[in-house]
């Protein structure tokens, strides 16, 4: 059965790096997400991409985000100066067209720590 | 804007024992979806169960099922013959819908089964 895919699992960082996580959704599916969990908290959104473009975002994803999704197969999420509340885990998810086209696909997750 | 809730922030069945989990969301939107995920220690996020609000039959997938009230904007999940690999964080989650749009996240339900 067809995965999205995201790496690394594991990422440590030291406060004011660059990040880049990186997915690789369902290959037919249309339409991309981050989202990202605190730990202990819920599962927020951060921001949504389709046909090339964001389509939606939320105020999380500031300045300092930013999604790519630069050769057609691979879906990144950068971030540019890393702090220390950037620490969470962080999900891909995408959707397809089709009669399951409303349900979304989460990947494994990146552990991002910032130190 | 939308708002999920789940106002159980920890439950615990006998193993074999039956559960329900709560949920209730707030929107004005007329079509929509409501999901549960399962989020187990690896913090993978598994979709259990979805529901389209324009369909008055309950979800149902195996031991698994779900209680909808549109009216009162409520979406319990039941868990029947609680088995060990349940336990794990559920989460509920509403889609406006189409395909493009975001999820949104409850708080979550940390459920043990025990022996």
């Known amino acids: 059965e067809p995965e999205v895919t995201q790496t690394p699992s594991h990422q440590v960082t030291q406060m004011g790096q660059e990040v880049i996580l990186r997915c690789v959704p369902i290959?037919?599916?249309?339409?991309f997400y981050w989202y990202r969990q605190i730990l202990g908290q819920k599962v927020e959104f951060l921001v949504s991409f389709y046909n090339n473009e964001i389509s939606e975002k939320s105020e999380i994803f500031d300045d300092q985000f930013s999604v790519e999704r630069p050769d057609g197969s691979n879906f990144t999420l950068k971030i540019r100066s890393t702090k220390l509340e950037d620490s969470a885990m962080y999900f891909c998810a995408s959707q397809g067209p089709g009669k399951d086209g409303y349900e979304q696909y989460f990947g494994p997750g990146t552990r991002l720590t910032v130190t | 804007a939308q708002t999920v809730t789940q106002s159980q922030p920890e439950m615990s069945v006998q193993e074999a024992e039956t559960v329900t989990l709560s949920c209730t969301y707030d929107t004005s939107e007329n079509n929509y979806y409501l999901f549960w995920y399962k989020q187990p220690p690896s913090r993978q996020m598994i979709l259990v169960i979805r529901q389209e609000a324009y369909k008055q039959q309950n979800a149902t997938e195996n031991r698994f099922s779900v209680n909808f009230q549109k009216a009162a904007k409520s979406f319990s999940l039941k868990i029947s013959d609680s088995q060990l690999g349940d336990t794990a964080m559920y989460f509920c989650?509403?889609?406006?819908?189409?395909?493009?749009?975001?999820?949104?996240f409850g708080g979550g339900t940390r459920l043990m089964v025990k022996p």
């Open positions: 989650a509403f889609m406006r819908d189409n395909a493009g749009n975001m999820l949104t």
């Open positions: 290959s037919n599916h249309l339409y």
